[in-house]
């Protein structure tokens, strides 16, 4: 996900058909504002996290606009809510791939407000980085993304 979002040149492989990342953006984006009654239909989109991305890349279309920090916290949090659904090879990559975005950059350093440490298990992970949140935005909405598994509620992490 990181890799696709932060590359210069990203592509999609599909058997033997080779796909520039921007042209499916372009494609995306046309379903989104032109097409929106078959994107509704077919249920077609990709994941916000890349949309941004396009908007800065784009010369035709004008610049994406500078949100105020409570809407880049909010959007932040909306990115890691829709990474829940991926497939990671590494469950704290759900967190630590997208602290990259400059939208992860928060308090008054921006600064990203924890490290990636491999060394603890996805769940410390997760309650390291909502700590920090929490501390360094005081925004409440990261809580609204949690959802609990059996895995969860055996742990000691806090509810």
Do not use: C, M, T
């Given at each position: 996900m990181q890799e696709a979002a932060l590359a210069t040149k990203a592509c999609v492989l599909y058997g033997p058909t080779k796909i520039a990342w921007h042209d499916l953006l372009k494609v995306h984006l046309w379903l989104e504002l032109k097409a929106r009654y078959i994107w509704r239909?077919?249920?077609?989109?990709?994941?916000?996290?890349?949309?941004?991305?396009?908007?800065?890349?784009?010369?035709?279309?004008?610049?994406?606009?500078?949100?105020?920090?409570?809407?880049?916290?909010?959007?932040?949090?909306?990115?890691?809510?829709?990474?829940?659904?991926?497939?990671?090879?590494?469950?704290?990559?759900?967190?630590?791939?997208?602290?990259?975005?400059?939208?992860?950059?928060?308090?008054?350093?921006?600064r990203v407000v924890v490290e990636p440490d491999y060394k603890n298990n996805y769940l410390e992970g997760y309650q390291e980085f909502a700590l920090q949140w929490l501390k360094h935005t005081r925004n409440l909405c990261l809580l609204s993304t949690v959802k609990h598994n059996a895995e969860t509620f055996k742990s000691d992490l806090p509810s």
């Open positions: 239909e077919f249920r077609l989109f990709l994941k916000d996290v890349h949309q941004s991305k396009y908007w800065l890349l784009s010369s035709r279309i004008p610049q994406f606009h500078a949100f105020s920090p409570l809407e880049n916290q909010i959007k932040f949090v909306e990115y890691l809510a829709q990474a829940k659904q991926l497939d990671y090879s590494d469950a704290r990559d759900r967190v630590y791939a997208f602290l990259g975005s400059p939208l992860a950059q928060v308090g008054p350093e921006d």
